[in-house]
């Protein structure tokens, strides 16, 4: 039997502008994700993409490479006896001026661990007060298994936020992106 595409939606208010937000988890990704989550990221590298950004681009494919530490913990936590030591993502659409980008997971993650496949859409609105936005996301995935969808729902549920949030905090105690 198939194991059908399941959605899981949240949003994530900062209290950060959207534009600063964006810079810090996208176009600059690479620099700011291990400042802002030393403890997760060891570092963030790219390959390919558009001549003129090299780096975050429609076509580029970015590989978040975690630290030892912190893949061992997550291996003990979601998925014993096997241990990731990176995401790779290949960059679908990437929108600059509107915040908007696509990414379909294509190695480490949870792929063959909870998902089959997955792809993240994510969209930074500007808040209403000043210096807020909105994080507007969506992980549409196919479970390895029916057992394993509550676990993969929650997984996604857990550690998407998270890494904006520790953005945000990153942000609110540096001037970085201003």
């Given amino acids: 039997m198939q194991v059908q595409y399941q959605e899981v939606k949240g949003e994530v208010e900062?209290?950060?502008?959207?534009?600063?937000?964006?810079?810090?988890?996208?176009?600059?990704?690479?620099?700011c994700m291990p400042k802002a989550m030393p403890h997760t990221f060891s570092h963030v590298s790219y390959?390919?993409?558009?001549?003129?950004?090299?780096?975050?681009?429609?076509?580029?494919?970015?590989?978040?490479?975690?630290?030892?530490?912190?893949?061992?913990?997550?291996?003990?936590?979601?998925?014993?006896?096997?241990?990731?030591?990176?995401?790779?993502?290949?960059?679908?659409?990437?929108?600059?001026?509107?915040f908007k980008?696509?990414?379909?997971?294509?190695?480490?993650?949870?792929?063959?661990?909870?998902?089959?496949?997955?792809?993240?859409?994510?969209?930074?609105?500007?808040?209403a007060a000043p210096n807020t936005c909105k994080v507007e996301w969506c992980i549409k995935f196919q479970p390895l298994s029916e057992q394993l969808k509550p676990q993969a729902i929650k997984a996604f549920q857990e550690y998407v936020p998270l890494g904006y949030k520790a953005l945000e905090a990153y942000l609110l105690s540096h001037n970085d992106y201003k």
């Fill in 14 to 31: 900062c209290k950060v502008a959207a534009r600063r937000l964006w810079k810090a988890a996208f176009q600059d990704g690479h620099v």
């Fill in 101 to 127: 980008m696509k990414g379909r997971f294509v190695e480490g993650g949870f792929l063959d661990v909870l998902a089959k496949s997955y792809t993240q859409y994510v969209h930074i609105k500007q808040g």
């Fill in 47 to 98: 390959e390919g993409g558009l001549a003129s950004q090299p780096t975050f681009s429609t076509g580029a494919t970015r590989t978040m490479h975690l630290q030892p530490s912190y893949a061992e913990y997550l291996s003990k936590q979601q998925h014993p006896g096997r241990v990731v030591y990176h995401v790779k993502d290949k960059l679908e659409e990437v929108d600059n001026d509107n």
